[in-house]
């Protein structure tokens, strides 16, 4: 069983202080159950018009703030799981992708979350939270073409020792890492601030990870909890 242990920059520290996120590790099997992901999907957008958690809007609001102080401007570039909820209230459901990304969208809908999935065969190294400096390349699309950017000088991004993974900490996925159902090899990253509960930051993985053995019962998978302030 492989697990992926990415490494924090100490400076995040400054920008985030008590950041935690779970990292999760998926030697993936054979998908038995193709239509969880979607079922997911559709209760987790169903369930927005309730509010969510409690502490819902203090997270977004934390991830907003975050994001401010490293330059972006979250109302342009909000973090993935403020998008998600946006887009689900404005149009009322999500259009189905693939169903292990259905599924990790349905846990971000469901606990206000950011959570990222990557095909970690793509990898070269660990990942890496990292502040930019201007030079990395980040691999996308541009006008349906592919396209090479890099990302602003003092921003937060994930890494592999190839280029940026992630812009914006947790804004837009590249291509590259991109994650699919045929993944052999699959890691998630659940991020959270204070504002969520370390409580609630467990029951989200477990969701995950629930939802996941459902989809492919033979899947063996690995959970660590990383932070600046974990030893």
């Given at each position: 069983m492989f697990s992926v242990?990415?490494?924090?920059?100490?400076?995040?520290?400054?920008?985030?202080?008590?950041?935690?996120?779970?990292?999760?590790?998926?030697n993936a099997s054979r998908i038995v159950s193709p239509d969880f992901g979607k079922q997911s999907l559709d209760e987790a957008c169903q369930s927005i018009a309730t509010g969510g958690p409690a502490w819902a809007d203090a997270h977004l609001s934390a991830w907003a703030d975050v994001f401010r102080k490293f330059g972006a401007k979250p109302q342009r570039?909000?973090?993935?799981?403020?998008?998600?909820?946006?887009?689900?209230?404005?149009?009322g459901s999500l259009?189905?992708?693939?169903?292990v990304v259905d599924l990790y969208n349905a846990v971000s809908l469901l606990y206000a979350i950011p959570v990222g999935g990557e095909n970690f065969?793509?990898?070269?190294?660990?990942?890496?939270?990292?502040i930019a400096d201007g030079t990395e390349r980040f691999d996308t699309t541009k006008d349906g073409a592919p396209?090479?950017?890099a990302p602003e000088n003092g921003e937060v991004v994930w890494r592999d020792d190839v280029g940026v993974t992630c812009r914006r900490w947790n804004w837009r996925q590249g291509v590259r890492t991109r994650?699919?159902?045929?993944?052999?090899?699959?890691?998630?990253?659940?991020?959270?601030?204070?504002?969520?509960?370390?409580?609630?930051?467990?029951?989200?993985?477990?969701?995950?990870?629930?939802?996941?053995?459902?989809l492919m019962p033979d899947a063996a998978i690995d959970t660590r909890l990383i932070g600046l302030h974990i030893q």
């Open positions: 242990l990415p490494s924090i920059a100490r400076e995040i520290a400054m920008l985030a202080p008590g950041f935690r996120a779970l990292s999760i590790s998926v570039t909000a973090c993935s799981a403020e998008a998600l909820r946006k887009r689900t209230l404005k149009a259009p189905s992708i693939d169903p065969e793509a990898y070269v190294g660990m990942p890496r939270l990292v396209a090479l950017e994650l699919t159902a045929d993944a052999k090899q699959m890691w998630f990253v659940l991020e959270s601030l204070p504002e969520m509960p370390v409580t609630a930051l467990h029951d989200a993985g477990d969701a995950l990870v629930d939802g996941l053995r459902l």
